[in-house]
């Protein structure tokens, strides 16, 4: 989405992040009344557990919106790419310290080649590529914090921009009233990007959530590497953002190291599908 949020530079950070969060929800709401779940939602606002759960991850997401649009709207869309070829790594580390979930060997040489690939870059640049690690720990630490939680994307979704809303509306409200604000002071065209925001915002992440449900574990992991693989593209063809050589040698870096945790993990995959057939097969047979 680096080309949605360029066509909005001219609208502070803090206050698209506001629209974000806001229209979203309003979309999301609309979603889950036409499903008629709206009793799901106000049960979730109704738990004091669910809601100090979400307010930590709706935190981290904040986080992660305002790092994005800053990144983009400031020329920086190669290293927020980077960001997202890293999270599904720390999705792996995370699983690994919080849930000791064992890596193989050569899922643990994957993740090697990513920190490989990280190294070379800030030695290249001469200090850590902070955009990159602040994208990529902050929707790690979203995706972790989901996973302990009990609610679907949709609702959880809601319940997190739901509790952004009040802020998010209440501050949008305040730079309006001091007439520093978007609304009411930009085309028509840009009110209708700022209301778009939730539907941007939200539907790809529901699709996410579909797809993981429907696809195998290849597929899904290769589709995981064409969004920052876009985002590379953009910033680099339409504009122009330098891509030399060291920047060449981290990404090819950590482009192996993914590429070869999704061989391993879809090997293992299909290893286990074989074994879960021929366990009833033997069964069968010993019954005989």
């Known amino acids: 989405m680096p080309l ?38 106000r049960a979730a606002f109704r738990s004091p557990q669910l809601l100090r759960l979400h307010a930590l991850s709706a935190a981290l997401i904040t986080v992660n919106w305002l790092m994005y649009v800053w990144a983009v709207a400031h020329d920086h869309i190669v290293e927020a790419s980077l960001g997202y ?30 920190a490989v690939g990280v190294a070379v870059q800030v030695v290249a640049i001469g200090h850590l590529p902070w955009i990159a690690l602040v994208l990529a720990f902050s929707f790690g630490g979203y995706g ?19 509790l952004l809303t009040p802020l998010a509306f209440g501050w949008l409200l305040l730079v309006g009233v001091t007439g520093g604000g978007a609304l009411g002071h930009v085309s028509p065209a840009d009110h209708l990007l700022l209301v778009s925001t939730g539907v941007v915002t939200a539907v790809p992440l529901l699709f996410f959530a579909i797809g993981a449900r429907g696809l195998s574990l290849a597929t ?3 589709f995981q590497f064409l969004a920052p693989s876009m985002k590379l593209i953009v910033g680099t063809l339409v ?23 999704t061989l391993d993990s879809f090997r293992s995959a299909r290893h286990q599908a074989r074994t879960q057939v021929a366990a009833p097969v033997v069964s069968a047979a010993g019954e005989l």
């Open 4 to 41: 949605f949020w360029k066509q909005l530079s001219h609208v502070t950070n803090l206050e698209l992040v506001a629209h974000r969060a806001g229209w979203t929800f309003v979309f999301l709401l609309l979603l889950i009344r036409r499903q008629h779940r709206l009793g799901e939602l």
């Open 85 to 114: 070829f890293l999270t599904p790594l720390v999705n792996v580390a995370s699983g690994w310290i919080f849930f000791r979930e064992r890596l193989r060997p050569i899922q643990m040489a994957a993740v090697i080649l990513a």
């Open 144 to 162: 972790l914090l989901r996973k302990q939680g009990p609610l679907g994307s949709m609702v959880g979704l809601a319940v997190e921009t739901g």
């Open 220 to 222: 899904l992991g290769i």
């Open 239 to 261: 504009y122009h953002e330098p891509f030399g050589g060291p920047l060449i040698l981290s990404f090819g870096l950590i482009w192996i190291g993914l590429i070869v945790y």
